[in-house]
DNA sequence: CGGGATCCCCCCAGATACTG
DNA sequence: CAGTATCTGGGGGGATCCCG
């Protein structure tokens, strides 16, 4: 697994970077919120990411798709294609990290003002 | 999920991508990590990240500073100038969640593999 | 509708040298 | 020892066009 070497210091493993890699990116973690309640398709999401560009959205989809975070569900059966994105379980497992750091966000922004 | 609903991006605040924005950086995750248990001098920590340049370490570590979660102390009163960082009670607060990443991050690691 | 391919610009980080 | 200043290139991301 690439994620496992590009997460090594002095050969050692950290988990740590491989959760942060897991969750880098300009979209992704706003992408996950989007998906914790309900199933969305790509225009959808798109639509509710105001500034995000169709290039971004893909490459980041495509980058949690590759973690295993979401899945994509692709119906042929019409045309035009529909596409639809929901969490794994994977993805699922980490919404109470989300949440904590949401939590922790907000009690952070109410410290500093 | 409530404490998620002001995560979005239509020029309001989202206490999520603050968290991810105070940790984001190459080397923020693994020196607070460092500095988790014990406060270290500027020297030991650029021993302690190896491939980290002296330009990447002092920008994590004054951004990490000006967002309030390390704190720097300078000893004048010797030459060489000494200087010791060691987190905040903010920087602290963080450290459920550092952990949290870190045990998710395993579980991740251990699931694909 | 849901992308991929291509071009291109700008910024970030490395290298190197200098300083209090 | 603990940084800063300057130069430079490589890559990330925007804009645009194309395709099944």
């Given amino acids: 697994m690439d994620a496992l070497k590009t997460s ?3 050969g050692e493993i ?7 890699k897991v969750l ?6 706003i992408i996950l919120c989007r ?9 959808e999401l798109l639509k509710s990411l105001s500034g995000c560009t169709r290039r971004m959205l893909s490459l980041q989809l495509s980058q949690l798709e590759h973690d295993q975070i979401i899945q994509k569900e ?3 059966s ?4 529909k596409t639809s994105y929901h969490l794994t379980e994977l993805g699922k497992s980490l919404i109470p ?8 966000g907000e009690m952070y922004i109410e410290t500093l003002s």
């Fill in 74 to 76: 692709i119906d042929t």
């Fill in 8 to 10: 090594t210091r002095h």
């Fill in 78 to 81: 019409f045309t035009p294609i």
């Fill in 35 to 43: 998906l914790m309640n309900q199933e969305l398709r790509y225009s």
């Fill in 97 to 104: 990290i989300i949440i904590g750091m949401d939590q922790w």
């Fill in 24 to 29: 880098d990116g300009k979209w992704k973690s």
């Fill in 14 to 20: 950290c988990p740590l970077d491989t959760t942060l």
